[in-house]
């Protein structure tokens, strides 16, 4: 099945658009915050020259959105798809992070409905990888209704593979809650 990975998707709190290489100072500019990584598999992405690489991998994806406030027209952090599996009929959901500002007002189920409604459009299985450490992300995502499945190694871009913990969110489920 063919789908685009980087569709502009938007709901009445944001607007998900596909991520630029002009995109990256504005971005940049909100990762900088060292509170924002104290859970991620990388805790040093605060600093320049590692975000750099996260960012150049987030590009290279072709799958990675930019998160504008729809109110204020900030960007507020970032998101992921990539990994389609036709055979598995699944797609991942990763590499998000937001604005501590943006913490706790609804940003991140928001975004994640809005890319869960896209997604199951196409296919019925979506995966997400969540850092093992990162708490406070395990907690989100289990509140959307997806089930820790197994644990991985996942290689990043530019980085050391990290222990990360699979989650799963099934069409029928969703839909059944939703």
């Not at 040093?44 to 072709?62: L, N, P």
């Not at 940003?107 to 997604?119: E, G, H, I, R, T």
Request: charged letters at 25%; glycine letters at 6%; one cysteine or more.
């Amino acid at each position: 099945m063919n789908f685009n990975t980087q569709p502009i998707l938007e709901n009445d709190l944001v607007i998900l658009y596909p991520l630029l290489e002009e995109d990256f100072e504005s971005l940049y500019a909100v990762a900088a915050d060292p509170k924002i990584w104290e859970q991620h598999p990388n805790k040093d992405r605060w600093r320049k020259d590692v975000f750099r690489t996260y960012f150049e991998g987030a590009i290279q994806s072709k799958g990675a959105f930019k998160i504008v406030d729809k109110c204020t027209g900030e960007i507020v952090g970032s998101t992921r798809m990539y990994d389609y599996n036709e055979q598995d009929n699944s797609v991942l959901i990763g590499y998000t992070f937001f604005g501590t500002a943006y913490w706790g007002k609804g940003f991140n189920p928001s975004v994640k409905a809005l890319m869960l409604d896209y997604l199951f459009g196409f296919v019925h299985r979506v995966y997400f990888h969540i850092g093992a450490n990162n708490i406070r992300s395990q907690i989100a995502i289990t509140r959307l209704g997806a089930k820790k499945i197994a644990e991985q190694e996942v290689a990043y871009f530019g980085e050391l593979p990290r222990l990360n913990y699979v989650y799963s969110i099934e069409k029928e489920e969703w839909i059944a809650n939703n």
